[in-house]
C-alpha cells in the first residue's frame, strides 16, 4: 500500500506537470532565476546553472521517465510473451530450441554493452531510447513465460480440448495466454523499475534525449557542469531521491501483485 501511495502521486505529478510546469520554465534561453541558486522560500529546491528551478524540472522529469518505464516495459512484454509462449508451447521442438538459443544469448550478453550500442547506432531520440530499452528487457520475461507455457500445456483441460481438436491459435489464445497472463502483469510491474534505471543509466552516460527534461537527463546535465565537486546538492540529489522512491514503489507494488497472483506464493 506504500508502494501504490507513492506510485499514484509521481503519476499524477506526470499528469498534471504540463499543466503546472510550462515550457518556457523548462527553456534554459527564458530563463530569469538567479544561476545556482540554493534551496530558498521561491525555489524550494534550489535551480540549475541556466537558472531554471530544479523543483520544475523534477516535476516535468516525471512525465518522461515514467512514460520511458511504462512505453519499454509494453514493448518488452510484448516481445517476451511471444517468444515464451511460442516457445514453451512447441517445447521440445525445433521452434524451442531456437528461441531458447536466441532468449539465452540475450540474457548472457551484458545489457548495458548491448543497450550502448544500440542507441549509438539509432541515435539519441526518446522512441530510440524506449526501443533499446525494450530490445535489451524482454529476456527475462520470455524465459519467465515460457516455464509458466510449459507447465500449463500439460494440464488435463488443455490436453481435452487438443483431444477435441483445437488449433494452435485456440490453444493459445484461449488457454494458455490466459493463464501465463497473471504472472506476465506481475512481472511487467518490476520491469518498469528496471526501464525506468535503464533510462537513468543512458541518459547519464550521454545516450539520452538532449530534447526531453527526464530524472536522468538532469543528473547527467548535473554531472557535466561539476555539481558533484562544487557542492550544488540540490541539484543532484533531487532527481536521485525521485527515482529511487519511484523504481521502489514499482518493486513493492511488483512483489505485492505476485504473492496476490502466484498460487504457489499464494499458499503461504
Not at 540549475?48 to 518488452?76: H, M, P
Not at 547519464?204 to 538532449?210: A, H, N, Q, S, T
Not at 527534461?213 to 550544488?232: C, K, M, Q, Y
Amino acid at each position: 500500500m506504500v508502494g501504490l501511495a507513492v506510485l499514484s502521486f509521481f503519476t499524477l505529478l506526470a499528469v498534471v506537470g504540463p499543466v503546472l510546469v510550462g515550457a518556457k520554465a523548462l527553456d534554459p534561453a527564458a530563463a530569469s532565476g538567479p544561476l545556482l541558486h540554493g534551496p530558498a522560500l521561491a525555489y524550494p529546491l534550489g535551480t540549475d546553472n541556466f537558472g531554471r528551478s530544479v523543483l520544475d524540472l523534477v516535476i516535468a522529469g516525471a512525465r518522461i521517465s515514467l512514460l520511458v518505464g511504462f512505453a519499454a516495459t509494453l514493448g518488452a512484454m510484448v516481445i517476451g510473451a511471444l517468444v515464451g509462449i511460442t516457445s514453451g508451447y512447441f517445447g521440445g521442438t525445433k521452434i524451442d530450441t531456437v528461441l531458447n538459443a536466441f532468449t539465452n544469448w540475450f540474457l548472457v550478453i551484458p545489457w548495458l554493452v548491448l543497450a550502448i550500442a544500440l542507441a549509438s547506432i539509432l541515435g539519441r531520440t526518446l522512441l530510440n531510447i524506449i526501443v533499446v530499452i525494450a530490445i535489451t528487457s524482454w529476456a527475462s520475461t520470455a524465459r519467465l513465460v515460457r516455464a509458466q507455457a510449459l507447465t500449463v500445456k500439460e494440464r488435463p483441460y488443455v490436453e481435452r480440448a487438443r483431444a477435441l481438436g483445437a488449433g494452435h491459435r485456440h490453444m493459445i489464445a484461449h488457454h494458455i495466454l490466459p493463464n501465463v497472463f497473471p504472472v506476465l502483469f506481475a512481472n511487467a510491474i518490476l520491469t518498469v523499475a528496471l526501464s525506468i534505471l535503464s533510462e537513468t543509466t543512458l541518459s547519464i552516460l550521454g545516450l539520452g534525449d538532449p530534447s526531453s527534461v527526464s530524472w536522468g537527463r538532469i543528473i547527467e546535465e548535473s554531472f557535466n557542469a561539476g555539481a558533484l565537486t562544487s557542492g550544488w546538492w540540490w541539484w543532484l540529489i533531487p532527481p536521485g531521491v525521485a527515482i529511487v522512491l519511484v523504481t521502489l514503489s514499482f518493486t513493492m507494488c511488483g512483489y505485492a501483485l505476485d504473492e496476490v497472483l502466484n498460487p504457489k506464493l499464494r499458499g503461504r
